[in-house]
């Protein structure tokens, strides 16, 4: 019994002094263009190419001004998500096509 209350107070004492690790996932991602997941919109808007579809994973607030800017057709597929801004109280698409 002495034997086992020694090791258990070795193991106290190496869990409280011994640093301990937990691996931290990444951010999840917030869109995805095909199987590539991106943590922003903001990334996924820079990274598509034509033809392609972005797809909303979550629920999206901008912090700051979104600007469209790809000369190129591609879909912006909500998956019944919101985006918001707390930049104003309205987002402006220019030269866009919808499709409903």
Do not use: W
Not at 2 to 13: E, S
Not at 53 to 78: A, G, P, Q, R, S
Request: hydrophobic content about 40%.
């Amino acid at each position: 019994m002495k034997g086992k209350k020694k090791l258990l107070l070795l193991y106290m004492i190496a869990v409280m002094v011994l640093p301990i690790s937990i691996p931290v996932s990444a951010a999840s991602p917030v869109a995805k263009i095909g199987s590539k997941n991106f943590r922003s919109l903001e990334s996924a808007l820079k990274s598509v190419k034509k033809g392609q579809t972005i797809k909303l994973l979550k629920n999206v607030t901008l912090k700051n001004e979104l600007t469209f800017t790809k000369n190129v057709k591609y879909t912006l597929n909500l998956n019944n998500k919101t985006i918001k801004s707390k930049y104003s109280d309205y987002i402006t698409i220019q030269h866009f096509t919808t499709f409903l």
